[in-house]
């Protein structure tokens, strides 16, 4: 049979018509449902990625909160401050400070995740004491940093009168009743005599006499006076005299304090809340100390 070219257009019309079906089948009932499927699970695969990423943030911070609470002072206040002001009043004596006094204050809520409790200290002593002060409380691995650092030169002496504020956290939920008695791994360098340098640099630019005040301050005699005895404190260094009946309040280059008792042989000083007694003769270096009251 010849086709005609009237079907041969037929012909070829119905294809074409045929062909614009199948691509509008192909790209609304398969293409069109595939990439909405496709972006769907590009989306679920962006949303696990951050729910993944999001729970490992929590497991970091968890960690991170369950090391701070290592560090942290304990929950309860009052335990806290006793505690930690305790400690820093014997870290700093037992660098040699003097006239040592810790004194703190009310605890502050930071945005409700954590509590700060503020210390201050008063001290006495020499560049070297008060650099080994320093490096034993960067030392201890505890939530606490130094806020303000403030040294006095008292003349020439090679004295400084130390005035530092010191902050320290408390971490919710931290379940313990003491400090922490770890070694703070932050340090450019964990041996003392590493910062020797500090105390050799004179860093004041000062004419600093070197001579141990401590040494050189002594229970010279006792006298009485009106019946009453008089203790008799000589600073060597410049032949300072101080005389003192008991009650007395006094200051000198090694310590400031009050006279307690005095008695023929022996005087009684209170300086902080340590008690040092002492022989006619003993340099305070001497003296035998005690706690106060």
């Not at 499927?37 to 990625?49: F, V, W």
């Not at 002001?85 to 004194?103: K, P």
Request: with cysteine.
């Amino acid at each position: 049979m010849k086709v005609t070219r009237q079907q041969m257009m037929l012909g070829v019309l119905a294809l074409m018509a045929i062909l614009r079906v199948g691509d509008y089948v192909l790209s609304t009932m398969i293409q069109g449902p595939l990439l909405e499927l496709q972006g769907e699970n590009r989306e679920l695969l962006e949303d696990i990625s951050k729910q993944e990423k999001l729970l490992a943030d929590s497991r970091a911070a968890g960690q991170k909160i369950e090391k701070w609470q290592k560090k942290s002072l304990p929950s309860d206040t009052e335990t806290a401050r006793s505690l930690y002001r305790n400690w820093l009043l014997e870290t700093v004596r037992s660098a040699r400070l003097r006239n040592a006094t810790v004194d703190s204050g009310s605890p502050a809520s930071r945005r409700g995740l954590y509590r700060s409790m503020p210390f201050t200290v008063q001290a006495r002593g020499s560049l070297n004491e008060i650099t080994s002060a320093l490096f034993r409380v960067e030392k201890s691995d505890q939530l606490h940093r130094i806020m303000t650092l403030r040294l006095t030169p008292v003349g020439t002496t090679g004295q400084f009168d130390l005035s530092m504020s010191v902050e320290a956290l408390i971490i919710p939920g931290t379940k313990k009743m003491s400090l922490n008695k770890g070694e703070c791994p932050l340090l450019a360098s964990t041996e003392r005599h590493d910062y020797d340098v500090i105390a050799r640099d004179n860093i004041f630019g000062i004419g600093i006499d070197a001579k141990d005040p401590m040494k050189l301050t002594i229970l010279s005699a006792v006298t009485y006076r009106n019946g009453q005895p008089t203790a008799w404190i000589t600073e060597q260094i410049d032949d300072k005299v101080h005389k003192l009946p008991a009650g007395a309040e006094f200051e000198t280059t090694a310590i400031r304090g009050r006279v307690v008792t005095v008695t023929e042989e022996s005087v009684v000083i209170e300086s902080g809340d340590q008690l040092l007694k002492m022989q006619i003769g003993q340099s305070f270096a001497d003296a035998v100390v005690t706690s106060g009251s």
